[in-house]
């Protein structure tokens, strides 16, 4: 790992996560958590249900690696293109096929001998080879529908921001190493855009209760993430690049479960 892919996960893990933290004030807006046992039990729920997905992947990490894949491709692609119109429409289909694709198909197939050895890493060797294959089969045809998209936002002016995100991405995608394109599109936009949507959605007295949830839930995340690399560290022959790549990406799949079941399931105002 270069000293740049350091600086990607620590900026994942700095910014982007946080924006996960006002799901508390999602909840509310879904009329959950009105009363204090009612939001006891939407962060108790929220919080195991995070340590299962971690379980099941120590456990079942292919199949986990897999569904993390597919899950990201559908929340990064429906929260790109909810800033213009519900996704979840077919005439919406080329949009959301396009935006899914960025980041799952578009970094392994552009880059598949460096994602390669992050997916063994998180999944095992076996894994590793058929997503990033899978990735390269899909390449083209994901190509095709994203430069149809592009030439469709012409004709389509409601469409040309997000095209020009998609646009974007996919350039910094196929220059930059994966970890740091990651990091661009987690951090920059996915993260801003879902946390802007929310704070303009919220009444001006929910907003310093949500902020301190959300301080909350961060301050929790980082610790936790700190003490699973001081724990790991502590054992005899492991070193610091596969225990920084599990401890992100696990996390990130163990708080991206609950965090979309809230967002792309239950709710359809945020986001």
């Known amino acids: 790992m270069s000293s740049l892919d350091y600086i990607a996960i620590i900026a994942v893990m700095l910014i982007g996560v946080p924006h996960g933290g006002l799901d508390g004030a999602i909840a ?3 009329g ?18 995070a340590i299962m997905v971690a379980i099941i992947w120590w456990y079942l990490p292919g199949i986990s690696l897999t569904i993390f894949l597919i899950l990201s491709a559908i929340h990064f692609g429906t929260s790109d293109i909810k800033i213009v119109e519900y996704p979840w429409k077919w005439s919406n289909f080329l949009p959301l096929i396009s935006h899914c694709g960025l980041i799952i198909i ?6 598949p001998s460096d994602v390669q050895p992050i997916f063994t890493i998180l999944a095992g060797e076996h894994t590793a080879k058929l997503l990033v294959s899978t990735s390269n089969s899909l390449l083209v045809p994901w190509l095709f529908s994203l430069l149809i998209y592009l030439f469709y936002s012409y004709f389509q ?3 040309v921001p997000t095209a020009c995100i998609a646009a974007g991405v996919f350039m910094s995608t196929y220059v ?13 936009i996915h993260s801003p855009t879902h946390s802007f949507l929310v704070w303009t959605g919220m009444k ?5 209760r949500s902020s301190v949830e959300a301080a909350g839930y961060t301050l929790i995340t980082w610790l ?3 003490f699973l690399v001081l724990f790991f560290l502590s054992k005899p022959n492991l070193n610091l690049e596969p225990i920084l790549i599990q401890v992100t990406f696990i996390g990130l799949a163990a708080l ?16």
Not at 35 to 48: A, C, D, N, S
Not at 106 to 111: K, M, Q, T, V
């Open 256 to 271: 991206t479960v609950p965090h979309m079941i809230l967002i792309d399931l239950l709710n359809k105002d945020y986001d």
């Open 204 to 208: 001006p007295q929910e907003r310093l």
């Open 176 to 188: 930059l190493d994966p970890l740091v394109s990651f990091a661009l599109y987690f951090c920059l």
């Open 28 to 30: 509310r807006r879904a």
């Open 106 to 111: 578009g970094i392994p197939g552009l880059h």
């Open 32 to 49: 959950w958590s009105k009363t204090f046992f009612e939001w006891l039990m939407f962060h108790v729920g929220y919080l195991l249900l």
């Open 157 to 159: 002016n409601k469409w």
């Open 224 to 226: 936790s993430g700190i």
